[in-house]
Antibody
Framework: QVTLKESGPVLVKPTETLTLTCTVS??????????VSWIRQPPGKALEWLAH???????SYSTSLKSRLTISKDTSKSQVVLTMTNMDPVDTATYYC?????????????WGQGTLVTVSS | EIVLTQSPGTLSLSPGERATLSCRAS???????LAWYQQKPGQAPRLLIY???SRATGIPDRFSGSGSGTDFTLTISRLEPEDFAVYYC????????FGQGTKVEIK
């Protein structure tokens, strides 16, 4: 059974750095056919793709947020970590991690439940 | 960046009716790399369609996708009560982007 679960702070202050962890089970991050993305959704708004990491450690980022994002993985812990610097109230959103497969890259077949992050002083 | 525009913003229909949702891209989506997701309140999105017309595992055949280039359509042939939700299109031919969503509500 494939599951993904996001964890991290509920509240961050403006200018702080956000660190989110996605813990996966039911598949391995070393599996050459799998990848994981982070996607966010401000309250009542649309989805926005942020970053992706492949099993070979190749990474890709949203052009508009690239300077603020870092994605990494710890295969032994089955975790994918996203850091976002210089947080702002407009970054308030539910942050999801989601899985895709090499045969259909960026098609997200499994999603975590999401974690709401509020940016406020 | 490819911008996806979905229409209408809200679709008010009754159970049993046919729903037709549109997704238009600002430039051609390569190889029909277009997906559709369903999202219910408080839940994560659920993959329905990928490759413009391929149903994901476990998706009922009342859901169908079509289109190519810049114009894509999601059709729900007969709305079931559980189909009332928000639907998003997503292109993945280049850096992934999502549309703004279409809400299908009960009339």
């Amino acid at each position: 059974q494939v599951t993904l679960k996001e964890s991290g702070p509920v509240l961050v202050k403006p200018t702080e750095t956000l660190t989110l962890t996605c813990t996966v089970s039911g598949f391995s991050l070393s599996n050459a056919r799998m990848g994981v993305s982070w996607i966010r959704q401000p309250p009542g708004k649309a989805l926005e793709w942020l970053a992706h990491i492949f099993s070979n450690d190749e990474k890709s980022y949203s052009t508009s947020l690239k300077s603020r994002l870092t994605i990494s993985k710890d295969t032994s812990k089955s975790q994918v970590v996203l850091t976002m610097t210089n947080m702002d109230p407009v970054d308030t959103a539910t942050y999801y991690c989601a899985r895709d497969k090499v045969v259909t890259p960026y098609v997200f077949d499994y999603w975590g439940q999401g974690t709401l992050v509020t940016v406020s002083s | 960046e490819i911008v996806l525009t979905q229409s209408p913003g809200t679709l008010s229909l009754s159970p049993g009716e046919r729903a037709t949702l549109s997704c238009r891209a600002s430039q051609s989506v390569s190889s029909s790399y277009l997906a559709w997701y369903q999202q219910k309140p408080g839940q994560a999105p659920r993959l329905l369609i990928y490759g413009a017309s391929s149903r994901a595992t476990g998706i009922p055949d009342r859901f169908s996708g079509s289109g190519s280039g810049t114009d894509f359509t999601l059709t729900i042939s007969r709305l079931e009560p559980e189909d009332f939700a928000v639907y998003y299109c997503q292109q993945y031919g280049s850096s992934p982007t999502f549309g703004q969503g279409t809400k299908v509500e009960i009339k």
